[in-house]
Each structure stands twice: as structure tokens, then as C-alpha cells.
């Protein structure tokens, strides 16, 4: 186990509405990423945050968005949901260090769009 | 970009068969290089990394050599179980750069039968 905990596990959303993901870092990492993972593909970054800023951002549309809390916990919001939208997404803490830094991942919530 | 290509799957295996599983990459700078493994219905665990050129990274009888001049990552275990069925992702890390987000693979599904 990582220390990486989010919630829900699942949800059901129809389009048009909007979602919230959160996430728990692992003690100790002040950074989280979140990834889209499409069935049957690899994860695509979404975005990064660091000491509550945004840090980078991969190639999603403005809504998605994000927010990192005091205690480095977070959320992903997703407005206007699409059919695509349906997908894993996955919450990855890390610790800056300069060098190769590792991130660890939670268990994901599997989104679905009707 | 940075990219990583994976060799294409589905690979399946006999118990204590051996595996490799080949990964190139393209980046600008110098990538951290890792191995992640996603079971069934679960997020991604960290299996190996390696942050320059010639490391070798090992883990439960997983072990993976970063080739600078073949750009290159392949896995590779002796003598697989029927447990290390899983998909396998390969992704790179650019170190030092604003967001260090993770690319991955579209990732290699094993399957060891006993």
C-alpha cells in the first residue's frame, strides 16, 4: 500500500453534469498529479500541483480543475461531463527532490458518463 | 515530446517462463526511467526505476538497465508466476522541469498460465 487513499471508488454521472475526485497524499509528499486512464490505455496527465499552485499541465481543456489543500490533500473537478469522460483517474503523491522523484499512486475512481 | 513506446501485447507466458517486455523512449533531457504494474481493477504500483544512465533497477525478480545510447528500458524476469499477471506500463520522468509529470507506455498485458 502507498499511504494514497481516494474517494469514491465509483461513480455514475450523467453528461452535462459535474464531478468532484479527491485525493490523500502519502505522509510526508507535498506534491499530487492526477491521470486520466482510458480502458485499455496508459494514463495521460491532467495536471500538477505543488504547495497548492499549479505545476504543469498536461493537454486537457479548462474544465478540469483543480485544487491542493494546507495538508496537501486534493480535488479534481470536472464540469460539463462528456461521454469520453469516462475513465480511471488516478491521484500519484510525490516529495520534490531535485531528482528523479517518485510518484505514488491511489487506487483511482472509475468515472462513468451516461 | 517526450514519448514511450512499449512493445505490443497481449504476452502470455507458461509458469517460470521467461519475460521480457521492451520499452523505448524519446525525450529532451535526461528522464528518470520507470516500470509501474497495474493488477485487476486496481491503480498503479511502482515496480522498478532507475534515474541515469547504466542504473539498474530490481525488484521481486523484475529487473530493468536504463541504455542511454539505445534509449531504451526493457523488463525482464527469469521465471515468471502465475501471479505476476498483470499489464505493465513504462513511463519517463524529465527531471528539473516545471510539472514533473509521468509518460507513459500504452502498456503490456501478461498473462502466465501454470
Known amino acids: 500500500e502507498t499511504g494514497v487513499t481516494q474517494s469514491p471508488t465509483h461513480l455514475i454521472k450523467t453528461r452535462g453534469q459535474q464531478v468532484t475526485l479527491r485525493c490523500s497524499s502519502q505522509?510526508?509528499?507535498?506534491?499530487v498529479s492526477w491521470y486520466q486512464q482510458a480502458l485499455g490505455q496508459g494514463p495521460q496527465f491532467i495536471f500538477q500541483y505543488y504547495r497548492e499552485e499549479e505545476n504543469g499541465r498536461g493537454n486537457f481543456p479548462p474544465r478540469f480543475s483543480g485544487l491542493q489543500f494546507p495538508n496537501y490533500s486534493s480535488e479534481l473537478n470536472v464540469n460539463a461531463l462528456e461521454l469520453d469522460d469516462s475513465a480511471l483517474y488516478l491521484c500519484a503523491s510525490s516529495k520534490v527532490s531535485g531528482s528523479g522523484e517518485t510518484q505514488y499512486f491511489g487506487p483511482g475512481t472509475r468515472l462513468l458518463v451516461l | 515530446g517526450d514519448s514511450v513506446t512499449q512493445m505490443e501485447g497481449p504476452v502470455t507466458l507458461s509458469e517460470e517462463a521467461f519475460l521480457t517486455i521492451n520499452c523505448t523512449y524519446t525525450a529532451t533531457g535526461y528522464p528518470s526511467l520507470f516500470w509501474y504494474v497495474q493488477y485487476p481493477g486496481e491503480g498503479l504500483q511502482l515496480l522498478l526505476k532507475?534515474?541515469?544512465?547504466?542504473d539498474k533497477g530490481s525488484n521481486k525478480g523484475f529487473e530493468a538497465t536504463y541504455r542511454k545510447e539505445t534509449t531504451s528500458f526493457h523488463l525482464e524476469k527469469g521465471s515468471v508466476q502465475v501471479s505476476d499477471s498483470a499489464v505493465y506500463f513504462c513511463?519517463?520522468?524529465?527531471?528539473?522541469?516545471?510539472?514533473?509529470?509521468?509518460?507513459f507506455g500504452e502498456g503490456t498485458q501478461l498473462t502466465v498460465n501454470p
Open positions: 513511463a519517463l520522468s524529465e527531471v528539473g522541469t516545471s510539472g514533473s509529470r509521468l509518460t
Open positions: 505522509s510526508g509528499h507535498n506534491t
Open positions: 532507475a534515474t541515469k544512465a547504466d
